[in-house]
């Protein structure tokens, strides 16, 4: 039986089961629920505003694509972290990444959400390589891109993401390159050469390396609410810093965080390590892309 990463490793991506355990659940949905009301009533500023693929986001669209920093103290729903830190999702990303448990990093955690009236889509793209990358920019970023995970938890049945398996270490072909080079989402993203669609059973994970090339389409109409988060590893140094502190995490600094987190003790060592990567940082990292 191949491993989970195995096939991580292979496909760059893996569908895990009941990572949600039974203790947490409810407090998940109910916490889910509640955020998202706010994001559409308009009383949370951090969100994936339609129209807007990349951070950073803007308030120029009423409709919303995602619930960002659902551990910000200001949201006040502590099962987020809860979860974040807990031994079933924090063990897939050890075996996954080979990790430790003193190198893990706290990094992002955001809800997908439906938009309420407005179709949307991504266009093709890696998290962390523009689409204007040379194939030899592209092998280079792709070799050195092992020291996190990106993971889509459903709440409820998701079918939004598309991906290409084995992406994440073969730069693109010229047709995977044509294709991802407009800057207009895919009208099918089935004609992309390789792509297939992930399905989601509520409860169910897709674990990706985010530089897989991927792209999502969200209708009004299909409810979604998943958790998507990503985790690091310090081996990686500073190589994550300017995918994970584009999304504006200064907030992680202030002491209010760090009261959420009391009796989470793994999370608050996975805190002050990210605090640490983002303490090395000089000057402006700019955005993963335009
Ligand atoms: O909606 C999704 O599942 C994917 C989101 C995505 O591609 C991204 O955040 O870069």
């Not at 204007?132 to 592209?138: C, H, L, P, Q, V």
């Not at 995970?149 to 398996?165: G, K, M, R």
Request: proline residues 7%.
């Amino acid at each position: 039986m191949p491993s989970l990463k195995e096939d991580y490793d292979r496909d760059g991506f893996v569908i895990v089961p009941g990572l949600i355990p039974p203790s947490l659940s409810p407090s998940l949905y109910a916490s889910s629920k509640r955020v998202i009301a706010q994001t559409r009533a308009g009383q949370w500023p951090h969100r994936r505003t339609v129209g807007k693929q990349f951070p950073p986001y803007d308030t120029a669209h009423p409709d919303s694509w995602g619930v960002q920093h659902l551990m910000h103290p200001d949201l006040g729903e502590t099962a987020f972290a809860k979860w974040y830190c807990s031994d079933e999702v924090v063990n897939v990303v050890k075996e996954l990444l080979q990790c430790e448990e003193d190198k893990l990093q706290m990094e992002l955690f955001n809800l997908l959400i439906n938009p309420s009236e407005h179709a949307f889509a991504l266009r093709w793209h890696r998290d962390d390589v523009k689409e204007s990358a040379t194939e030899d920019e592209e092998r280079e970023a792709l070799a050195k891109w092992h020291h996190g995970v990106q993971w889509n938890t459903a709440l409820y049945d998701d079918a939004c993401l598309f991906v290409v398996p084995g992406s994440h270490v073969t730069p693109r072909t010229s047709e995977q390159r044509s294709q991802s080079s407009v800057l207009e989402p895919p009208t099918n993203p089935l004609d992309m050469p390789g792509a297939i669609r992930v399905v989601l059973k509520p409860g169910e994970s897709v674990f990706y390396n985010s530089n897989i090339l991927h792209t999502a389409t969200y209708s009004p109409h299909e409810r979604r609410a998943t958790l998507h988060a990503c985790m690091g590893c310090t081996r990686g140094g500073n190589q994550r810093a300017r995918n994970i502190l584009q999304h504006g995490l200064s907030w992680m600094r202030e002491d209010s965080f760090a009261k959420t987190l009391n009796g989470l003790s793994r999370a608050q060592a996975m805190r002050s390590r990210l605090l640490e990567m983002e303490g090395r940082i000089n000057g402006e990292l700019g955005y993963s892309l335009d």
